[in-house]
């Protein structure tokens, strides 16, 4: 099966909210601010770093011309400890295995910044499945902007279709701009519910992931 399958990073292949909070945290702490609950800094998660760290100033009436300064320490935090409490979603390597056994081209396209991102995948040992990464500092644009997973796809030199497979409306709206279809993981850092987010098909357990990946690429395939 001649395919390609790109994936968003956090909230997708790696539960990673609780070590972003500890980054915030850690920021705000040094600000003399109280920490934000993981549930909260949750709500700020999908485009990117500075905008966590700019709704996070928001939301705790810091001053916004501080907010490089305030990004850069985040990220500082972040990169010191990545993968302090962060996990990888049960099935994922088994999913991306299936994936690569089937013929897939694997890539990773997110919003975190490209080496905190190659670190996590590193750290969990799912680099080997992936061809290529482009982060939120590989262009100068961030998802929904579709560059970011045209160009994912484009490392990759795979004919077939392509798959996005994230879990929010900044990927759903991603994969909309890219004219590609898109599986919604529905236990990632959604806002909306699921029905309001476009999807090709949604589920909320990775193992489902090959099988909805060759469905679609049926689907894609077939003579019309």
């Known amino acids: 099966m001649s395919a390609v399958v790109i994936f968003d990073l956090?909230?997708?292949?790696?539960?990673?909210v609780a070590d972003l909070a500890a980054a915030a945290n850690r920021m705000l702490k040094e600000q003399g601010v109280d920490p934000l609950p993981t549930k909260t800094v949750q709500r700020f998660v999908g485009n990117g770093l500075p905008k966590l760290v700019e709704r996070v100033m928001r939301h705790c009436d810091l001053p916004s011309a501080r907010h490089a300064e305030l990004t850069q320490n985040t990220l500082q935090h972040y990169s010191a400890a990545p993968?302090?409490?962060?996990t990888v979603y049960p099935g994922i390597?088994?999913?991306l295995q299936q994936l690569r056994d089937l013929g897939c081209a694997l890539g990773v396209c997110t919003n975190k910044p490209e080496a905190?991102?190659?670190?996590v995948l590193?750290?969990?040992d799912l680099s080997p499945f992936f061809g290529h990464v482009v982060g939120g500092d590989s262009l100068s644009v961030r998802k929904p902007d579709p560059a970011l997973l045209t160009a994912c796809v484009s490392g990759l030199s795979q004919a077939g279709p392509t798959i996005f497979v994230?879990?929010?409306e900044v990927?759903?709206?991603t994969a909309q701009r890219a004219k590609v279809p898109f599986l919604l993981f529905s236990q990632g850092y959604r806002k909306s519910p699921v029905a309001e987010i476009p999807h090709r098909f949604s589920?909320?357990?990775?193992?489902?992931?090959p099988a909805l990946v060759q469905q679609i690429v049926q689907a894609e395939t077939r003579p019309a």
């Open 171 to 173: 990927d759903a709206e």
């Open 10 to 16: 956090d909230g997708t292949l790696v539960d990673s």
């Open 116 to 119: 905190p991102a190659r670190h």
């Open 203 to 209: 589920y909320d357990d990775s193992a489902e992931i």
């Open 83 to 86: 993968i302090s409490e962060s």
């Open 93 to 95: 390597p088994e999913a």
């Open 122 to 124: 590193d750290a969990f």
């Open 166 to 168: 994230g879990d929010s």
